[in-house]
T-cell receptor, first 113, second 113 residues
Framework: AQSVAQPEDQVNVAEGNPLTVKCTYS??????LFWYVQYPNRGLQFLLK??????LVKGSYGFEAEFNKSQTSFHLKKPSALVSDSALYFC???????????FGKGTRLSVIA | EPEVTQTPSHQVTQMGQEVILRCVPI?????FYWYRQILGQKVEFLVS????????KSEIFDDQFSVERPDGSNFTLKIRSTKLEDSAMYFC???????????FGPGTRLTVT
């Protein structure tokens, strides 16, 4: 069965500092990996995905994520955090042979000015 | 930019009543999904729909739930007899192809009293 772990409920970072939101996954086959962001009272917005190819993928709003197969991780990163990045971030995975997304429990990012 | 839309944004209903949650997916998308998020918990898959039939469903999606695409644009989720534990945020999502990222609507908050 597929699963996603986001070990941190909350990440606090100062504006301008780099940020990392951690995600590890478990799938039976090759993974499709996704990051979504949820702002208050809004739906989930797609940030980026890893399907195949380069392990470093770039997405919206300056975010990037690194796929590490040996560590089964897909951490979300940004070189310089903005206050407006404060939101709830979800990592999700699906098996290539399967359709539904399996989500982590989410990590609340708080960027402090 | 095309968006998935959902109505209503908030629905309050009494236990035992039927509710219909409505979604308009992005127009050229072929795959449709419902997910739900109970307050403070993970986003959970309910059902996927393709070519006018259910392609996969979770254990949550029991006989009380049904989905329909009645007119080629709307995609609805019906709960026949709501229970208190059905209170959640329900998200509709769509994707152009099975293996692409899913685009989520803003959600309908269902409150069962």
């Amino acid at each position: 069965a597929q699963s996603v772990a986001q070990p941190e409920d909350q990440v606090n970072v100062a504006e301008g500092n780099p940020l990392t939101v951690k995600c590890t996954y478990s799938v039976s086959g090759n993974p499709y990996l996704f990051w979504y962001v949820q702002y208050p009272n809004r739906g989930l917005q797609f940030l980026l995905k890893y399907i195949t190819g380069d392990n470093l993928v770039k997405g919206s709003y300056g975010f990037e994520a690194e796929f590490n197969k040996s560590q089964t991780s897909f951490h979300l990163k940004k070189p310089s955090a903005l206050v407006s990045d404060s939101a709830l971030y979800f990592c999700a995975v699906r098996d290539r042979g399967n359709t539904p997304l399996v989500f982590g429990k989410g990590t609340r990012l708080s960027v402090i000015a | 930019e095309p968006e998935v839309t959902q109505t209503p944004s908030h629905q309050v209903t009494q236990m035992g009543q039927e509710v219909i949650l409505r979604c308009v997916p992005i127009s050229n998308h072929l795959y449709f999904y419902w997910y739900r998020q109970i307050l403070g918990q993970k986003v959970e898959f309910l059902v996927s729909f393709y070519n006018n039939e259910i392609s996969e469903k979770s254990e949550i999606f029991d006989d009380q739930f049904s989905v329909e695409r009645p007119d080629g644009s709307n995609f609805t989720l019906k709960i026949r007899s709501t229970k208190l534990e059905d209170s959640a945020m329900y998200f509709c999502a769509s994707a152009p192809e099975r293996e692409y990222e899913q685009y989520f609507g803003p959600g309908t908050r269902l409150t069962v009293t």
